[in-house]
């Protein structure tokens, strides 16, 4: 947890406007950068509910977050789920930082990155649905090349899903290596800085977790999970999350919502040399208006 730097952190608190005493949910809770300062701001009696899928990010953050006893529930559940917990009761602020963790990314074994050798795996919640190694070695090919082109925005989908096709003819796929190398030698040269595999292992990586399965609705059942006044902010780490993000915001926006962000809040120089995976972040915001607000905006 050491290495762990939490992307747009000020920023995201700021847009939440914490307050002491409220009641915040982090429905992608990773290694709790987040989830800690919520709690220290909205202190001595704010309250944070906790949702992760993945149980070993629930295991670290649990013990981050010992300090603030009561204060902190944590739920292994998808962030889909956080109205079914939550029932009645409405929260001032929800934040999701959508996206594979530094926990994931940096951990060999969950075979999340191509830069260490690990098991084909990518799933958040390794107790349920398909590894990458299961998608690559069944799949058929032109069912993985649109996978590759709709989640990784890959122009050479179809020429990588055939490679990957005649390599698993000789040999099951089985490590993050292994399927690199096959990319790579597929794809061709990529835009400087970029490796050739990065948008193939993102397209499966979002393929596995069903990241963008029902996304745009899941965010509408999110604002109506809000107190008046309430906000929500979102980081999204690629253009095709984003995009569901803004839809979902602008949507929203013509229901008496309030978006807070007319373009997505990005990491400046200072934070992106500190930390490069934040790069590409993005963050937007809505308010749920009080109902004075909705009148005027109806």
């Known amino acids: 947890m050491a290495g762990h730097a939490s992307v747009l952190l000020a920023e995201s608190l700021e847009l939440l406007a914490v307050k002491p005493g409220g009641l915040y949910v982090d429905g992608t809770v990773g290694l709790g950068g987040h989830a800690a300062a919520i709690l220290e701001r909205s202190g001595p009696h704010g309250r944070l509910l906790a949702f992760d899928r993945d149980e070993q990010a629930l295991a670290a953050t649990s013990?981050?977050?010992?300090?603030?006893?009561?204060?902190?529930?944590?739920?292994?559940?998808?962030?889909?789920?956080?109205?079914?917990?939550?029932?009645?009761?409405?929260a001032d602020g929800i934040l999701l930082d959508l996206g594979v963790s530094s926990l994931q990314l940096d951990d060999p074994e969950r075979g999340f990155s191509f830069r260490a050798e690990g098991p084909l795996d990518m799933r958040m919640d390794r107790s349920q649905g398909e590894s990458a190694a299961e998608v690559v070695n069944r799949t058929r090919e032109d069912e993985l090349a649109d996978i590759i082109y709709r989640f990784g925005e890959e122009r050479a989908?179809?020429?990588?899903?055939?490679?990957?096709?005649?390599?698993?003819?000789?040999?099951?796929?089985?490590?993050?290596?292994?399927?690199?190398?096959?990319?790579?030698?597929?794809?061709?040269?990529?835009?400087?800085?970029?490796?050739?595999?990065?948008?193939?292992?993102?397209?499966?990586r979002i393929h596995v977790n069903r990241e963008l399965d029902g996304l745009g609705a899941a965010l509408r059942a999110l604002a109506s999970c809000l107190a008046p006044g309430g906000r929500m902010a979102v980081i999204a780490f690629h253009?095709?999350?984003?995009?569901e993000v803004k839809q979902a915001f602008r949507a929203l926006g013509r229901e008496g919502f309030v978006v807070l962000t007319r373009r997505p809040l990005r990491p400046g120089p200072e934070?992106?040399?500190?930390?490069?995976?934040?790069?590409?972040?993005?963050?937007?915001?809505?308010?749920?208006?009080?109902?004075?607000?909705?009148?005027?905006?109806?």
């Open 63 to 90: 013990q981050r977050l010992a300090e603030f006893g009561a204060r902190a529930r944590l739920v292994q559940a998808d962030f889909r789920e956080i109205p079914r917990v939550l029932g009645p009761e409405k």
């Open 157 to 204: 989908s179809r020429r990588i899903a055939r490679a990957i096709v005649e390599a698993r003819r000789r040999a099951r796929l089985r490590t993050t290596t292994e399927l690199a190398a096959v990319v790579r030698r597929a794809a061709g040269r990529s835009r400087p800085g970029l490796d050739p595999a990065t948008r193939t292992f993102q397209a499966l």
């Open 239 to 243: 253009s095709l999350e984003d995009r």
């Open 271 to 298: 934070e992106v040399g500190r930390n490069p995976r934040a790069r590409s972040a993005r963050l937007r915001g809505l308010q749920n208006a009080d109902g004075d607000e909705r009148s005027r905006a109806a």
